[in-house]
């Protein structure tokens, strides 16, 4: 399997590989591995999708891949078509927002351990300077989808957008907050991520 080619060129997410990095680089700040690796993820997940579906997407790990969906697909964290899991699992899904039926794509770690460079990168078993930047994006960009899986499936959790629900002025602050928070905001009632400076 290999990702979607045109006239024997490769595209990634419909973009040559050259291009693809690029935009990589300027989202997000360098080619992080785990972003290209996850392009090559969100690349099948398209595929298999379809142009014509308005797909959400779920993200499983707050590590790289929430930037390849906002980079390579409308969805993304603040028009809330992205939703992101802090569960540290390299995989992310597309789905049908009305059917709510999609692709689940996944680093699949026994696939990945015929390309030891892969394996041992993913599961820290080689220290980083042992294993340069342009030598692991050589395996990914070789290895591509042989070290993936995907499954197709029924999203039956989590697919709610978030709604705003009512807001209060805060009789601490005067900021405007939501009135589930309490009597006053968080920050207000201590549970805030600042002390005010001058
Ligand atoms: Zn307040």
């Not at 294993?131 to 989590?158: H, M, N, Q, Y």
């Amino acid at each position: 399997m290999t990702s979607s080619e045109t006239s024997g060129e490769l595209l990634v997410c419909g973009r040559p590989v050259e291009g693809f990095l690029e935009e990589i680089e300027a989202f997000h700040g360098w080619k992080a591995p785990g972003l290209v690796l996850g392009g090559f993820m969100l690349d099948w997940a398209m595929e298999l999708i379809g142009p014509d579906v308005e797909a959400d997407a779920i993200v499983e790990t707050c590590h790289c891949l929430p930037d390849a969906v906002q980079i390579f697909t409308p969805c993304t964290i603040g028009n809330g078509w992205l939703k992101v899991f802090d569960w540290d699992k390299f995989a992310l899904s597309l789905y049908d927002r009305r059917k709510l039926t999609g692709h689940r794509v996944w680093f699949d770690l026994s696939k990945a351990r015929s390309v030891p460079n892969l394996h041992n990168w993913y599961m820290r078993l080689v220290p980083k300077k042992e294993l340069s930047l342009e030598v692991l994006l050589e395996s990914i960009l070789d290895a591509r989808r042989s070290v993936l899986s995907s499954r197709t499936i029924k999203v039956t959790r989590f697919y709610e957008r978030k709604k705003k629900g009512v807001i209060e002025i805060c009789s601490g602050c005067g900021e405007a907050y939501p009135a589930v928070q309490g009597l006053q905001c968080l920050t207000c009632q201590g549970e805030g991520y600042y002390d005010a400076s001058e």
